[in-house]
Structures are given as structure tokens and as C-alpha cells.
């Protein structure tokens, strides 16, 4: 059987969520929920966790300024979870963008990375799933868009693979590789860059790639 680790930024996610997220998965290994639960907008989540066997990760927010402590407090239990446990599945509830290097992470390490939030959520493009609280449907991690249009998105990502995928040599990476790096941490596909060869993705977008011809007929890649 997966084991599965839930994750909850309280400060982030309404405790009124629960049921929805919980109901998701039918064993649950690790429960952490991470905030001020001093604080009388939190008070709900003490129940909440008591009912769920949740444990509670207090951060005392000591600032009047906002404070990340619980951001960092759940990134960490993350971490350790994630070296001390076998863990299979990471479920991350909050909306909050600042999660996203944390998921590319954990997905870069053959996790499985299952997010929960609003539907303005920046980062939910990262996971696996993403599940919009208050609604069924799951949000599919990429939208197929054509070449002609501007993704940043999609750049971005490209720009990452082409840079972990150099050779340290030359500099250089082979499209091949790049294409097996988009499909096997962001689950890309040149269908998705709206190409049949990735080779035409980097002459379209020449302004941000140098292309030239490998000595074995395929082609190799750098940044500009």
C-alpha cells in the first residue's frame, strides 16, 4: 500500500475544507496542520484536528507583520518526512505560490505531489493533481496551447530542462534529453508544446534558445 503524508497550511485553508480533502484517500500516514492556532480565527482547526488525528504544529506568529514561520514550520516537516519516511504520495493544502520550488523538489525525487486550494491558486500547475476546494473536479497539471501563443509557463519549464540536462563540458543538451526530463518530471509532452519535434519549439522561441546540428544528425541545445 502507498503511504500518503498530508500537509496543511491552517492559515491558508478553512478548516470547513476537511471533509473534501480527507475524503480523498482511504490511509492517511502522516496528518500535520501548521499555524497560529492561538489565534481565534483558528480556534475551528482545534477540533478539526482533534476529530482527525491531526497533529497540530504550533507557530506562534511573533510579529506584527505577516510572517511565513508556518510556511517554513511545513516545510521542513516535509523535508523530514520525505528522508526519514517512506513515504509515497505528499498532499500539500494551501494556495499559497510560495510551495512551488517545494513541489518541483519532491517531484524531482520520484515523489507523487497531490495539492489542495482556491482556484487562484498560482502554483497549481506544479502537482500532480490539484484539487480546488469547494468543487469536484480535479485541474489538469498542464493545459495543451498552441506554439503561437505566449506560455511562460511552458518556457519556463523548458528553460529548466534544457539547464539540468547540460552536459558539463560543452554546455550543451541534447533535445532528447530535454524531452525526457519535460516528460518525466512535469509530465510534458511536445503534443503539449503544440510541436511534433521539440526541436521546433527551440527554433520558434530562438530568442531564448541557441540550437545547432549534433555530430550524429540530432540536435543540441543551450540558453542564451
Not at 486550494?117 to 500532480?128: I, R, V
Not at 506554439?147 to 543538451?173: F, M
Request: hydrophobic share 40%; aromatic share 10%; charged share 25%.
Amino acid at each position: 500500500m502507498e503511504k500518503t503524508a498530508l500537509f496543511i497550511d491552517a492559515e491558508n485553508i478553512s478548516h470547513k475544507f476537511i471533509d473534501q480533502i480527507m475524503a480523498k484517500f482511504e490511509h492517511i500516514e502522516v496528518k500535520k496542520a501548521y499555524g497560529n492556532f492561538g489565534a481565534v480565527q483558528l480556534k475551528p482547526w482545534v477540533n478539526i484536528c482533534s476529530r482527525h488525528a491531526i497533529e497540530m504544529v504550533y507557530q506562534e506568529k511573533l510579529v506584527k507583520a505577516k510572517s511565513n514561520a508556518a510556511d517554513i514550520a511545513l516545510t521542513v516537516g516535509v523535508m523530514e518526512s520525505l528522508y526519514v519516511s517512506p513515504i509515497d504520495t505528499f498532499a500539500i493544502a494551501s494556495s499559497d505560490s510560495d510551495f512551488a520550488a517545494l513541489v518541483h523538489f519532491l517531484r524531482r525525487n520520484g515523489k507523487k505531489v497531490i495539492g489542495f486550494g482556491n482556484n487562484t491558486a498560482s502554483a497549481k500547475h506544479y502537482f500532480d493533481d490539484f484539487y480546488i476546494l469547494g468543487k469536484k473536479n480535479t485541474i489538469p497539471k498542464v493545459k495543451s496551447k498552441s506554439i503561437a501563443s505566449a506560455d511562460t509557463y511552458h518556457l519556463a519549464l523548458v528553460k529548466e530542462a534544457v539547464e539540468n540536462t547540460q552536459h558539463a563540458k560543452t554546455g550543451l543538451s541534447e533535445t532528447v534529453d530535454v524531452g525526457t526530463y519535460l516528460h518525466r518530471i512535469f509530465n510534458i509532452t511536445k503534443k503539449q508544446l503544440g510541436v511534433n519535434k521539440l526541436y521546433q519549439y527551440f527554433k520558434h522561441h530562438d530568442q531564448h534558445f541557441k540550437m545547432q546540428k549534433a555530430p550524429d544528425g540530432g540536435f543540441l541545445v543551450s540558453l542564451h
